[in-house]
């Protein structure tokens, strides 16, 4: 496998730029910073300066940053007092609009979430992840031997897509044929709907989409509560004690919550596997030259994508973090992208290395209660990837930038223009 590159063009200096703005001034929520990919610099001032930081000022209202490593663990594992609750806010720096609200089992603290959660916690067991494993190694092959030689394609849709999406219809058992509708119910759940290129422009267009999808989902899940139980997400949710009566909103939030988990920390994680592999051509070495070490190239690669940017939560009671004094009801915010840069608990978290003492040693899946409960199957997509790949000694040839997303949630791609050789 031969990776050449096109340098994605970007701030010549963000680092100048990032000390230029005055500390009380610093606001990270703004999506441009991502998708120009300029946010480094920024954080990595927060974390020496101001770890625990007060935003007075942003499009989403006055919030506290949150961007060392153990801090946003500490806040992660209270959610006594930092919760996650749709009435208090939900996950987001931004406010789903009160009268569109989709309460969802992440957008809740226990034991209303811990009920929740357990409806659907068996789709990852071990015994299910090695039976689906042959599934999803007969596809990714099937994808990688039909791409296009000798021409130029879009690695986002042929290959980061298409996996994911098919992932998703086989979780759900929806219907093949119109498998697409998954991916582009994600991209309307989380868009930023400032973004020109987002598929949706006003949280009212956003609203009617996901009511459409989950209208949709609402005949399979009808069918699925009339017929004996099966191994799927419907089923598991039309059956279970704790979701088999939710209200529609409530069931609209869920099912967006299992498309969006389900799909796009995968789908930009294997967009930005090859990325970091393209800038980091001595680490391509090592895994060429040993492929074991695609289980840690996959860890790597995740907290180096940090797909999810961050998580937000909301002041039950007043606390102290870091030193700042917390007043209940503020805004606080987890920037994972921080804590998977922070020196201070990851050994050169600047450099891309995946043969690392200790690879899974990163906040990408959050943590406690909240921790994504569907990391194994997203770990799996991707060993698999790369194991394909690399048994195919595919030369890959990135012709041209990624496009990034507009957003300060997922940290994603577009598109990324690719070329294998003949």
Not at 70 to 85: G, L, P, R, T, Y
Not at 113 to 134: D, F, G, I, N, S
Not at 138 to 150: A, H, M, S, Y
Request: glycine share 6%.
């Amino acid at each position: 496998m031969t990776l050449s590159v096109t340098t994605p063009t970007r701030d010549a200096h963000p680092a100048a730029a990032a000390s230029a703005v005055p500390l009380d001034r610093i606001d990270v929520s703004d999506p441009q910073i991502y998708q120009d990919d300029s946010w480094d610099p920024l954080f990595a001032r927060l974390r020496d300066e101001d770890p625990v930081h007060w935003c007075a000022e942003s499009a989403y209202g006055p919030y506290w940053s949150v961007t060392r490593y153990k801090d946003i663990m500490q806040v992660e594992v209270n959610h006594a007092v930092f919760s996650s609750a749709a009435e208090l806010g939900g996950i987001q720096v931004e406010d789903q609009p009160k009268e569109m609200d989709r309460p969802s089992f992440i957008r809740m603290d226990p034991p209303g979430h811990t009920k929740q959660r357990k409806v659907v916690a068996p789709m990852v067991a071990p015994r299910y992840l090695v039976e689906m494993e042959k599934t999803i190694r007969e596809r990714t092959r099937r994808v990688l031997d039909d791409l296009p030689r000798g021409e130029t394609f879009d690695w986002v849709d042929r290959v980061s897509i298409e996996l994911t999406t098919m992932m998703l219809a086989t979780l759900f058992d929806f219907p093949w044929e119109d498998r697409r509708k998954l991916t582009f119910w994600s991209d309307v759940a989380t868009a930023n709907v400032r973004s020109p290129a987002a598929p949706v422009h006003s949280e009212a267009e956003r609203f009617a989409e996901l009511t459409k999808m989950a209208e949709y989902m609402g005949r399979l899940f009808k069918e699925r509560a009339a017929a004996e139980p099966k191994f799927d997400l419907l089923s598991m949710l039309a059956h279970g004690e704790a979701t088999r009566e939710m209200p529609f909103r409530e069931f609209m939030g869920t099912l967006g919550l299992l498309i969006v988990g389900g799909n796009d920390t995968t789908r930009n994680s294997m967009t930005g596997g090859l990325i970091a592999l393209k800038e980091n051509p001595a680490e391509y070495a090592k895994l060429k030259a040993n492929p074991d070490l695609v289980g840690s190239l996959v860890q790597e690669t995740i907290r180096w994508q940090t797909p999810v940017i961050h998580m937000r939560r909301t002041a039950k009671s007043d606390a102290e973090l870091g030193g700042k004094t917390i007043r209940a009801g503020d805004k606080v915010v987890m920037w994972y992208v921080s804590g998977n840069r922070d020196e201070r608990a990851i050994e050169n978290p600047e450099a891309f290395v995946i043969d690392r003492a200790k690879p899974r040693l990163h906040v990408s899946f959050g943590a406690g209660v909240h921790r994504c409960v569907g990391d194994r199957i997203a770990e799996l997509q991707l060993r698999i990837l790369w194991e394909e790949i690399l048994a195919r000694d595919l030369d890959i040839e990135i012709v041209g930038p990624p496009e990034r997303l507009y957003s300060n949630f997922l940290r994603g791609y577009r598109a990324l223009p690719v070329r294998l050789a003949a």
